[in-house]
Structures are given as C-alpha cells and as structure tokens.
C-alpha cells in the first residue's frame, strides 16, 4: 500500500508560479514511476507529467516548457514546479504512483486568476 499526500496548491495570478509536492508513505518509491495528472472543471483527468526511477521524464503537450516534475527518493518525495501559469492550468492536481497498481492522493485545488 502507497499513500500520497499533496500540498502546495492554491491561488496565482496568471503567468506566476507554484511548486506542488507529493509525500509518499507506506512504501519507498524509488523504483516506481510517479506522476502528476489534473482535472480541470468539466474535463476528464488527464496527465500532466511522469517520471520513471531512472528519473526519465513525459510531459503533456499542454505543459511542455512551463512544467518540471522532480523527485527525491531520499525523502519518498515527487514535486511538480509549475510555470508561466495561466487559467486554463486551473484544476484539482493529483499525485500518481504505478507500485504493481495505480495509487492516487486526494488532490489539491491549484487556481489560476488575476
């Protein structure tokens, strides 16, 4: 069993920047692919960024160049540095992990509005 606890979302002007991190317990992550997806308001979830253990990286189209996600297997920790935010980043954000299943956290609402 895996448990993921976001924090770090919130509200920001268009074209700010907020880091969103991810607490993994339960299990270390060091040899699972982690990853962030989001569900903005009347869409389906999607994916926003993965990272394997060997610390390769896949990004969604729609963040590519604005996104970095990152990960600290010392500190069971997996980050997500958003910039250049803008509405339609809008959404609750999700930590993601793959241990043999799908383990998800409970989100965190990042908004995005001058």
């Known amino acids: 069993q895996v448990q993921l606890v976001e924090s770090g979302g919130g509200l920001v002007q268009p074209g700010g920047s907020l880091r969103l991190s991810c607490a993994a317990s339960g299990s270390t992550i060091s040899g699972y692919t982690m990853g962030w997806y989001r569900q903005r308001p009347g869409k389906e979830r999607e994916r926003v960024a993965l990272i394997i253990s060997g610390g390769s990286t896949n990004y969604g189209d729609s963040v590519k160049g604005r996104f970095s996600i990152s990960r600290d297997n010392a500190k069971n920790t997996v980050d997500l540095q958003m910039n250049r935010l803008q509405p339609e980043d809008t959404a609750v954000y999700y930590c993601?992990?793959?241990?043999?299943?799908?383990?998800w956290g409970q989100g965190t609402q990042v908004t995005v509005s001058s």
């Open positions: 993601y992990c793959y241990a043999n299943r799908g383990y």
